[in-house]
């Protein structure tokens, strides 16, 4: 009973979707620079129409609402995260504030966005790629996931998980609330070495030490871990597989009952930009 249809064409390349609080589909689109809406009120599988949010953005990609009370639509653009009054009638977007100023450019340009589940949902998690294929990072809040608080006056950026390369989609397990992550291996060593994986973060409360090793975060991994010397070295042997992993670009989970939920893979093979960035 599977089917699959276009919803919406000649949008560009949409990137992060996300429901508004009143149902309507929100697409980010990083090299039209805009945020569109697509509401869909007749549930005929196709929207009612197409309007821009915001535009004029630096390549924007991770989006997340939060309405307590205000509507709020947090956009992460290459190099910050802000956030936005969002009119639920008129469906557009006016900056409030900056949330945080966050590395530019390099080979990973997309930034991500979740809340955590209550009762840290104040809590904002922004993931930010590595600057390069493999290296030794120069900004430490690079192939990290932070966190800040957006109920603080004082924004402080924060460490959350650390090791992570690129995780470029993030997710919320309905039921146990843990946080699942994408990662994206190094790449020039063919389609499938390394393998990517999907990572199950256990991650720190906001305001902990750097130099606290309990504030570094544990994570469980659905696919096998490669040692630093096969991730990094570019000569070393190729490691045994599993022909049947993935490699995900994305990821969703979607809980229709308290006793199930749904966990859906879509893999892809990545491309790579004129000037060497993942997209």
Known sequence: GFSIAIFAGDIGN????????????IASIPSLGKI?????????GLPDSITTVIEKLNRPHGLAFRCAPDCLLYIAETHQVAEYYYDLNTRQAKFKR??????????HITRSLIFRPAPYDSQLLISIGSSCNVCDEVDDRRAKIMVTDVNEVKLILAEFAIGLRNSVFMAIHPVTGNIWATEMGRDLLGDDIPPDEINIIDGPSIGRSDSDESSRSGSETLQGRMTDSK???????????????????????ESRTPQKSFLFLLPARRSLGAGGEEK
């Open 36 to 44: 569109i809406a697509m509401p869909d009120a007749n549930s005929d």
């Open 14 to 25: 949409s990137r992060v979707l996300a429901l508004d609080p009143a149902g309507a589909l």
């Open 98 to 107: 900056l949330i945080a100023s966050v590395p530019d450019g390099g080979n």
């Open 231 to 253: 991730r990094c070295g570019g000569n070393s042997a190729a490691p045994e597989r599993n022909q049947t992993e993935a490699s995900p670009a994305a990821l969703l989970v």
